[in-house]
């Protein structure tokens, strides 16, 4: 049966063609036939050069190479006569023919694929049998607590076990929102947030969870009419949650590209033709030839069908991940034979400025090689070189100080201290809305100081919102309750409540009671026994505390002495500065239990620099608006850091700022203020600082001032070159999702952030429609007087001439946190969430003169 045809094909195509006849049995209800055929194909022709073309011309003329600069210099290459039984690589290895999965034919047509081919993501990650997941990809309908009108939605875990698709209709007309995995802070049972327990009481306790998120996005409060639902969801997320960060890059690169292959696979059928090639190539922000893209199609289309399915799509995904600066890098290093021994990546470690040991090099190829042969033999292959770079100790962030590695034992105000303005704040002062998740979200990002604006509320019950404003209000207790729940979970190190005090005596005892009866044995109320009174203590004698930050009445008045309005100094400032807003009220007095609560924070007027110095009084503090603190560093620069390094200071935003945008915090930090207050919920470069400030020990909200600001006397600091090589970028974000063939032209602007003399930006060219792989190397340099208080803050924007550039990520970090060497940087977004995989591949120096 078409023995003739088989021939010619034979002939033209230099395959082998077998048929056979396949008989379907009674188990499927009937008895058909069906002809198979399984062509074998020839042997595929060597890979192309270059794996994408970021030009729209198709063949660009050969360059010269250019000049490499100083900074590029690397080892040569090199034969190694020490290994003469090295492990060298073989010629690629094509997959080989394979039939097709059975798949019935119903009048000529091929049906879809059949349900076990679903989860190949879970399959990978190893969780495809749990039960949870399961129950998760089927989908659940869950009520969205935002309202009293909770409204019941289908939530549904996606395919590629990252995404979590909500459904709801209005009428005809679908309405889909998602969130992903990997954006998950937390998920808590039970009736935690406010949301709940505000409008989630008819819904039982045991039948509602909610999802923090990181970044901006506001929590997500859900009920279920079964228990059981509940907790499988509960479970489930916090597995996905756990498997997906514990992911290395390699295997966050290929989920992403698995993602990318789902979302463009049209029919679902878990094969993808040319057309839905383009569609993902689209998708990941790859601009490519389309003759070399159906090259790499072809090559890849081991059957022949026109089709890429399983290990196809495989490789080609593992072609399009290739990283020709990484083959380059190591091929300087193993020379002619393809693999590095343990005596080159010790010469390697040692470029970087690590630790060159060659038991160091020795645990690295066992911890990152993926060859066991290869492994066994101490070699490392470009594979194991691969795994090695994108791991954490290919991170441009020194991992030592992913922990807390600073000395904690100095006194509070000889450290920078993280700090919260109008912390219940979701948006703006204006008519924002007021909330405990806001609490909760400070706190999980490290923040040691908090705001509370207190209130005259009804029924006796001190509220917590922004006065003369159209916010929403919260209860006090509420906030205090959060605060307990969440104040060390981030931190062990003390949490400080910045009271701006605006309600009468009697609120105030109600305050006290609250802070009392819901943090116990949390809260702070007398002085450490033992404590010098002439010395603040130390964040490691004050872990797990609560201290409150206030005003304190007189030992031998119930009144503060000299004081009848408990007008903060806040509040004081902004009535000078803000007249139309003429913060009135009746004058009060201070509450004895809110006073005796207030301890090493005692909330005062400033004095003035020459009466404070003077007369220091550690356990006093005073606040200053950015106006005031800037006109203090301007006119008295020296003596502010000499006062600064032996009493608490706050600086707060102007209240004009109706918006709630922030100022720069680094000119305050680099005359040593410790509490320098942001607007958490604005995002923008001013917290992109606050968060590159406190990422080093451990992320904990405290960082210990450079010597120079807690001794004003000691030696001056030494100045340093900086050279930062940006190489290539990679997995980009695409920017317009809606417009598949909008790719962005990137380019990368480092900017520092210091001390007047070393504030200055650079940047690259930029590199049209690639957001895939682009590559500048380009080298940036700087020049730094003060480097101990420099941070250093990685751009990426999609150039535009007719317009504003647009963000597309960027990262923030303190020089003294910079790993030296080849180091990749991980992108974050606007709001502070994470870009994975998308990073940046750099090369960094420091050279002091």
């Not at 997500?220 to 514990?246: I, K, N, P, Y």
């Not at 390697?348 to 645990?363: N, P, R, S, V």
């Not at 691969?386 to 020194?398: K, P």
């Not at 208080?789 to 923030?812: I, K, M, P």
Request: net charge neutral; aromatic share 6%; glycine share 6%.
């Amino acid at each position: 049966m078409g023995g003739g045809g088989d021939a010619a094909a034979r002939a033209c195509m230099h395959t082998h063609v077998h048929t056979w006849m396949c008989v379907h049995t009674r188990a499927y209800g009937c008895t058909h036939t069906r002809m198979c055929v399984q062509r074998a194909t020839s042997p595929r022709p060597p890979e192309p050069r270059s794996p994408l073309q970021t030009q729209t011309q198709p063949k660009p003329k050969p360059t010269p190479n250019p000049p490499q600069t100083q900074t590029q210099t690397q080892p040569k290459p090199k034969p190694n006569p020490r290994a003469p039984c090295r492990l060298l690589p073989g010629p690629p290895r094509s997959s080989p023919a394979r039939p097709r999965e059975h798949r019935t034919m119903i009048c000529g047509r091929r049906t879809r694929s059949r349900p076990e081919h679903r989860g190949g993501v879970l399959k990978k990650l190893g969780l495809y049998e749990d039960e949870d997941l399961q129950l998760m990809l089927q989908g659940s309908l869950l009520r969205k607590v935002r309202s009293r009108r909770a409204k019941e939605r289908l939530y549904r875990l996606q395919e590629d076990g990252i995404t979590v698709v909500s459904e709801r209709r209005f009428g005809r007309v679908p309405s889909k929102h998602s969130f992903s995995v990997a954006h998950i802070v937390s998920v808590h049972r039970g009736h935690h947030s406010e949301g709940l327990r505000r409008y989630g009481c008819a819904i039982p306790e045991q039948n509602c969870f909610t999802i923090t998120f990181e970044g901006g996005r506001r929590s997500l409060d859900l009920g279920a009419r079964d228990e059981d639902v509940v907790l499988s969801w509960v479970r489930g997320l916090r597995t996905l949650r756990g498997r997906l960060r514990g992911m290395s890059q390699q295997e966050r690169l290929e989920h992403w590209i698995h993602g990318m292959l789902q979302r463009a696979d049209k029919d679902k059928d878990n094969r993808m033709c040319f057309q839905e090639v383009q569609i993902m190539l689209h998708m990941a922000n790859i601009h490519m030839d389309n003759a070399y893209a159906h090259q790499l199609f072809k090559e890849c289309d081991h059957s022949g069908d026109g089709r890429l399915e399983d290990r196809e799509l495989e490789d080609f995904c593992r072609r399009l991940l290739r990283r020709p600066e990484l083959e380059e890098l190591f091929g300087r290093y193993s020379g002619e034979d393809c693999v590095l021994s343990a005596e080159e990546l010790r010469d390697f470690l040692k470029d970087q400025g690590e630790e060159g040991t060659l038991h160091q090099a020795c645990a690295i190829i066992c911890a990152h090689e993926l060859n066991e042969k290869a492994r066994q033999q101490e070699l490392m292959t470009l594979d194991g070189f691969t795994m090695y770079l994108l791991s954490a100790a290919g991170d441009i962030l020194n991992q030592e100080h992913t922990q807390v590695h600073q000395d904690m034992n100095q006194p509070l105000c000889h450290y920078f201290i993280s700090s919260s303005h109008n912390t219940y704040l979701t948006r703006n002062q204006i008519g924002g809305t007021s909330s405990t998740e806001a609490y909760v979200r400070a706190l999980m990002m490290g923040c040691r100081c908090v705001e509370l604006d207190c209130w005259e509320g009804p029924d006796g019950e001190p509220v917590i919102c922004h006065g003369h404003a159209f916010t929403s209000k919260i209860l006090f207790r509420d906030v205090i309750e959060a605060i307990r729940d969440h104040a060390f979970k981030q931190s062990p190190y003390p949490v400080i409540l910045s009271l701006e005090n605006h309600c009468g005596v009697e609120q105030q005892a109600t305050m006290a009671r609250h802070m009392k009866a819901i943090l116990g044995d949390m809260l702070l109320t007398q002085p450490l026994e033992g404590q010098d009174p002439s010395v603040l203590p130390s964040p490691e004698q004050l872990k797990g505390k609560v201290l409150v930050k206030g005003k304190k009445l007189s030992e031998l008045q119930r009144e503060p002495c000299g004081v009848t309005s408990i007008l903060d100094e806040e509040d004081e400032e902004e009535t000078e500065e803000e007249d139309r807003l003429q913060v009135a009220k009746d004058a009060s007095h201070v509450a004895p239990e809110l006073s005796a609560m207030v301890v090493y924070c005692q909330a005062t007027p400033f004095p003035g620099l020459a009466q404070a110095l003077q007369n220091p009084q550690p356990y006093e503090m005073s606040s200053f608006s950015e106006r005031k603190a800037r006109k203090l560093i301007r006119e008295a620069g020296p003596t502010f850091v000499r006062y600064t390094s032996q009493q608490l200071s706050r600086v707060y935003p102007l209240g004009l700022k109706m918006t709630s945008s922030n100022y720069n915090p680094q000119e305050m930090w680099n005359a040593g203020c410790q509490l320098v207050a942001l607007n958490f919920q604005t995002p923008g470069y001013e917290m992109d600082l606050n968060t590159g400030r406190f990422l080093g020990n451990g992320g904990c909200g405290y960082v210990l001032k450079p010597q120079f600001l807690r001794s004003p006397h000691s030696c001056s600091p030494r100045p340093l070159v900086l050279r930062i090589r940006v190489i290539t970028a990679q997995q980009l974000p695409k920017l317009n999702r809606e417009k598949l063939s909008s790719i962005v032209d990137p380019f990368v602007r480092v900017e520092i952030y210091g001390v007047t003399a070393d504030c200055s930006k650079q940047q690259t060219a930029y590199r049209s429609n690639n957001g895939f792989n682009p590559r500048w190397e380009e080298t940036l340099t700087f020049q730094l007087q003060v480097p101990e208080l420099a941070l250093v803050r990685f751009v990426v924007e999609d150039h535009d001439s007719t317009s504003c550039n647009d963000f597309v990520g960027q990262f923030t970090l303190p020089l003294g946190s910079m790993r030296e060497g080849y180091r990749h940087v991980h992108l974050l977004s606007k709001d502070g969430a994470s870009l994975s995989p998308a990073t940046l591949f750099v090369h960094v120096t420091c050279k002091r003169p």
